[in-house]
């Protein structure tokens, strides 16, 4: 992984390095494994939380009035209304900016 200096990498997440004589020697001193605490894969992990997204956006999209969805400009709203844009085709968004000086 480089880094803005020359010459000068940085280490990977969750790695570290022994320096001597013979080089630089980089092993992980740590790695998430999903399995040890859910039985399941990262795949199969990841499929179940897109699909518990998706029924908890869709449930709260359900309304008599017209709906709109509140941006913070932030990752999880932008996975909220990316998510509520293809289930629900007339939403309204709004986001709010502070005027710079």
Known sequence: MCSIYKN???????????INENGIDIQPYWQLDYRKKHG????????EVR??????????LIADVPVGLFLSGGVDSGVVSGIAATIKKDLMAVTMTVPSN
């Open 8 to 18: 000068i990498q940085k280490l990977p997440p969750a790695h570290y390095a022994w």
């Open 51 to 60: 699909e518990l997204l998706i029924n908890s956006v869709e449930e709260q």
């Open 40 to 47: 399941k894969s990262y795949p199969e992990i990841k499929k």
